[in-house]
T-cell receptor, first 112, second 114 residues
Framework: ELKVEQNPLFLSMQEGKNYTIYCNYSTTSDRLYWYRQDPGKSLESLFVLLSNGAVKQEGRLMASLDTKARLSTLHITAAVHDLSATYFCAVDLGGSQGNLIFGKGTKLSVKP | DTEVTQTPKHLVMGMTNKKSLKCEQHMGHRAMYWYKQKAKKPPELMFVYSYEKLSINESVPSRFSPECPNSSLLNLHLHALQPEDSALYLC?????????????FGPGTRLLVL
């Protein structure tokens, strides 16, 4: 059974600071997704990481994937309040079914 | 059009009611999904339809019945639900089902079962 573990689950940080969210998974997968969810809202796709060593950046967020270590990171640079949300990583079980297994999510709160 | 729409946004139903949730996309995606998300929890996959055929049923109770009338529409029929079924129900779609396909999520239907 695939397990996807995120840490931390809760993160309170000040504006302007940097931090990293970690996503570990328990089985081989070459496809990892990061989503953002605002309270009461749906999930917004942030990044798709499709190969070992993949790195993608959008604004203050940068995601990377190490398939050998079964680890993905989401790095936040110079956080701003608008980044406050819950961030989920999701791992594709593979095959032809599109079966995503989500981590528990990291609730990020950025304070002035 | 890069949107997945869901109706209704909110639904309150009794345990003896029958209701349906509707999901629609016009992106030409051939895979559609139903997820259930309880408060402060991650989404959990319920069903996957690939090319209008049910390809995954994650051991969901029979009181939930999915239907895919065509490639743009996905319904979830609800009957005799329990209060513990109260949750946010999310629909998603992707170009195909599986490899390297980003799933795009709708806004969800927030369901309360009394």
């Amino acid at each position: 059974e695939l397990k996807v573990e995120q840490n931390p689950l809760f993160l309170s940080m000040q504006e302007g600071k940097n931090y990293t969210i970690y996503c570990n998974y328990s089985t081989t997968s070459d496809r990892l997704y990061w989503y953002r969810q605002d309270p009461g809202k749906s999930l917004e796709s942030l990044f798709v990481l499709l190969s070992n060593g993949a790195v993608k950046q959008e604004g203050r967020l940068m995601a990377s994937l190490d398939t050998k270590a079964r680890l993905s990171t989401l790095h936040i640079t110079a956080a701003v309040h608008d980044l406050s949300a819950t961030y989920f990583c999701a791992v594709d079980l593979g095959g032809s079914q599109g079966n995503l297994i989500f981590g528990k999510g990291t609730k990020l709160s950025v304070k002035p | 059009d890069t949107e997945v729409t869901q109706t209704p946004k909110h639904l309150v139903m009794g345990m003896t009611n029958k209701k349906s949730l509707k999901c629609e996309q016009h992106m030409g995606h051939r895979a559609m999904y139903w997820y259930k998300q309880k408060a402060k929890k991650p989404p959990e996959l319920m069903f996957v339809y690939s090319y209008e055929k049910l390809s995954i049923n994650e051991s969901v109770p029979s009181r939930f019945s999915p239907e895919c009338p065509n490639s743009s529409l996905l319904n979830l029929h609800l009957h005799a639900l329990q209060p513990e079924d109260s949750a946010l129900y999310l629909c998603a779609s992707s170009q195909g089902a599986g490899f390297q396909e980003t799933q795009y999520f709708g806004p969800g239907t927030r369901l309360l079962v009394l």
